[in-house]
C-alpha cells in the first residue's frame, strides 16, 4: 500500500500539469471523465507499440499473449468488485451496459410487468427502461423522490412493495447532485419483493468501491473512462444464473458456439455478449487504472476527498447569492449549485477564462432537473486528485465571475 501524498499524485496526472487560458487547469469535471495517470496512458501505448494482435483468434504468440493480458484485467476487474471473472461483460461504457441488459431481458418481460427508474437517474438509465416498457406492453413507475432530490426510503420502500416490480434500475450516486443512494435499504426492499435489481454505478464506482456481493444486486454498470481508464470503455457486472439468460444485445463472430447459413448457437456468458473485436488497448488502460486506484489504502482516498470536498462546499456556502442543491453530508465530491438566477453557461465560460473546469447544463438529468424546478445548473466535481490549490483558485474564479456579471 502506498502512502497518499497528494503532491506526487498529481505529478502522476500529466493533464493536471498544464494551463489553460494562461491560468493553471483546476479540473472539476471528473464525473464527466477523469483524468488518466502516466502508467494508464503508457499502458495502452505500449499495447499498440509492441503487443498489439487481436484476442481469442490467433495461435500466434502475440495474440496468445494479448488474450493473456486481457483475460488477466477481467479477473483484475472481477476482484475489484467481488464478483466471480464470468460475471464481468466488457462494453463500451455505461449506457451500452445498460442496453445490453434492457435489451437482453426482453424475452423475460411481460405486459403485466412493472419496471421501477427514478426521477434522479441519468437519461442513460432511464430512456433503455423507456423503451424497454414500449416494446413488450410493461408498465413504468417512478419512484417518489423528496422536493431536495433525496430518498425517504420508508416511502420508497412502501412504493416498492405496492408495485412488485419486475426490476428496479437505479444509481449509486448522482451525476448531478454527487448524492449517495441508501442502496442496501432499497435493494433489501426490492429483493424482498423478488424485484432484479440494476445499479447504475457509473459515478459510485471509484469513489465507494463497492463489494457486489455484499451489495446484492443484480446488475451493476460502469464507465472505464470514469476510473482513470480509457474512454470507449466500461462494463456490466450481472449475477450469473441471470447473466446468463440474456439473449445477445448483438450477434456476430467470437460470441457464437456453431453457425450454419439458417440457425446458430451461442456460447456462455460472458463470451455471449462480447461480439466482434473488443477494445484491448482499453482494457488494458483499465487494468493499470484499476492498480493505479488500488495501490492506495481506499479510506485514505476517501478521508482526503472528503476533506476537499467539505472545504470547497463551506467556502462555496459563504458566496452571497449560491444556491447548492447537493446533499453536503453523504456525498462522492459533487457540488451543484447556481448562482441568483444567472444562467450556468455564462458562470461556466466566465470560469474557463481562470483556467476552471466546471459542466453546465442540465448534466443528462433532465427528469430530475424538473423535479427540482430548474432548467439547468453548475457542477464541480472532485476526484482525489484535486487539492486545496485547486478549490482556491476555484472559488476566487468565481467570486470574479460573478463580479462581472452582477
Ligand atoms: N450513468 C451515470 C450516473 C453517468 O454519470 C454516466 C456518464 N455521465 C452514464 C450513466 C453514462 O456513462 P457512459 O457515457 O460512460 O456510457
Redesign the pocket.
Known amino acids: 500500500v502506498l502512502e497518499f501524498d497528494i503532491n506526487k499524485i498529481r505529478r502522476d496526472f500529466p493533464t493536471l500539469n498544464q494551463t489553460i487560458n494562461g491560468c493553471p487547469l483546476v479540473y472539476l469535471d471528473s464525473?464527466?471523465t477523469t483524468q488518466k495517470p502516466q502508467s494508464v496512458i503508457d499502458t495502452t501505448a505500449d499495447f499498440y507499440t509492441h503487443k498489439n494482435a487481436n484476442v481469442h483468434r490467433g495461435r500466434h504468440s502475440l495474440s496468445e499473449n494479448a488474450t493473456v493480458l486481457y483475460e488477466n484485467v477481467r479477473n483484475q476487474t472481477a476482484d475489484y468488485f467481488g464478483v466471480k471473472n464470468n460475471e464481468i461483460v466488457w462494453t463500451?461504457?455505461?449506457?451500452?451496459?445498460?442496453n445490453l441488459v434492457a435489451n437482453g431481458l426482453k424475452s423475460q418481460i411481460s405486459e403485466n410487468d412493472t419496471i421501477v427508474i427514478t426521477p434522479l437517474?441519468?437519461h442513460?438509465?432511464i430512456v433503455p427502461w423507456q423503451v424497454l416498457t414500449q416494446q413488450t406492453g410493461a408498465r413504468l413507475a417512478v419512484m417518489p423522490l423528496n422536493s431536495d432530490g433525496t430518498f425517504n426510503i420508508p416511502l420508497c420502500c412502501g412504493f416498492i412493495e405496492k408495485n412488485k416490480p419486475k426490476l428496479v434500475a437505479i444509481?449509486q450516486?448522482?451525476?448531478t447532485l454527487g448524492n449517495i443512494t441508501n442502496l442496501n435499504a432499497l435493494i433489501t426492499c426490492a429483493k424482498a419483493m423478488g424485484s432484479v435489481v440494476l445499479v447504475?454505478g457509473?459515478?459510485g464506482s471509484m469513489h465507494l468501491r463497492p463489494d457486489l456481493k455484499t451489495l446484492n444486486c443484480d446488475f451493476y454498470?460502469f464507465?472505464a473512462?470514469?476510473m482513470l481508464g480509457p474512454t470507449g470503455l466500461?462494463g456490466l457486472y450481472g449475477r450469473y444464473e441471470l447473466l446468463n439468460t440474456l439473449l445477445p444485445y448483438q450477434t456476430g463472430g467470437e460470441m457464437i458456439q456453431t453457425v450454419t447459413l439458417t440457425h446458430s448457437t451461442y456460447r456462455d456468458a460472458p463470451a455471449k455478449f462480447e461480439s466482434g473485436t473488443p477494445n484491448i488497448a482499453g482494457v488494458l488502460g483499465f487494468g493499470a487504472a484499476l492498480s493505479y486506484l488500488t495501490q492506495f489504502n481506499h479510506d485514505q482516498i476517501l478521508k482526503h476527498e472528503q476533506n476537499i470536498f467539505n472545504y470547497a462546499a463551506s467556502k462555496l456556502s459563504n458566496i452571497e447569492g449560491i444556491t447548492l442543491y447537493s446533499d453536503l453530508n453523504n456525498n462522492i465530491g459533487t457540488l451543484c449549485f447556481n448562482y441568483k438566477d444567472e444562467h450556468p453557461y455564462d458562470l461556466a465560460t466566465l470560469l474557463d477564462g481562470y483556467g476552471v473546469a466546471v459542466r453546465a447544463g442540465h448534466?443528462?438529468t433532465q427528469p430530475l432537473m424538473a423535479h427540482l424546478g430548474l432548467s439547468g445548473t453548475l457542477r464541480a466535481s472532485f476526484a482525489f486528485y484535486n487539492n486545496h490549490d485547486d478549490v482556491d483558485q476555484f472559488i476566487k474564479a468565481l467570486r470574479e465571475s460573478i463580479a462581472l456579471l452582477d
Do not use: L, Y
Open positions: 464525473g464527466a463500451k461504457g455505461a449506457t451500452e451496459a445498460i437517474d441519468h442513460a438509465n444509481t450516486a448522482s451525476n447504475d457509473a459515478q454498470v464507465s473512462h470514469k466500461g448534466h443528462c
